[in-house]
Nanobody, 121 residues
Framework: QVQLVESGGGLAQPGGSLRLSCVAS????????MSWARQAPGKGLEWVTG????????AYADSVKGRFTISRDNAKNTLYLQMNNLRPEDTALYYCAKSFDSLSYRIQSSRGQGTQVTVSS
């Protein structure tokens, strides 16, 4: 059974930073591309960033490019999202997601419960 447990969310000031983590279990983490998505209040789900199973390639939505960094530690079955220079429009529920294969980081087959990020002064 796939389990994805996010943590690290909270309240940050504009310009501040947060680091999200996602611990995966129930599948062979190192074989699958992973991603982060978010959903702001009253809006649809937005894909934020993704990474190949071996970490050799990443991609970002234009809205976060240059500010967010995705990474993974396959030995620890953990996915990370470093968020810098946060903006109020980054406020959302952030989800960790597993793909169908090792490369398709824009496709999500399973998601966690999410961790809330609020950016406000």
């Amino acid at each position: 059974q796939v389990q994805l447990v996010e943590s690290g969310g909270g309240l940050a000031q504009p310009g501040g930073s947060l680091r999200l983590s996602c611990v995966a279990s129930g599948f062979t983490f190192s074989r699958y591309a992973m991603s982060w998505a978010r959903q702001a209040p009253g809006k649809g789900l937005e894909w934020v960033t993704g990474i190949y199973s071996d970490g050799s390639d990443t991609a970002y939505a234009d809205s976060v490019k240059g500010r967010f960094t995705i990474s993974r530690d396959n030995a620890k079955n953990t996915l990370y999202l470093q968020m810098n220079n946060l903006r109020p429009e980054d406020t959302a529920l952030y989800y960790c997601a597993k793909s169908f294969d090792s490369l398709s980081y824009r496709i999500q087959s399973s998601r966690g419960q999410g961790t809330q990020v609020t950016v406000s002064s």
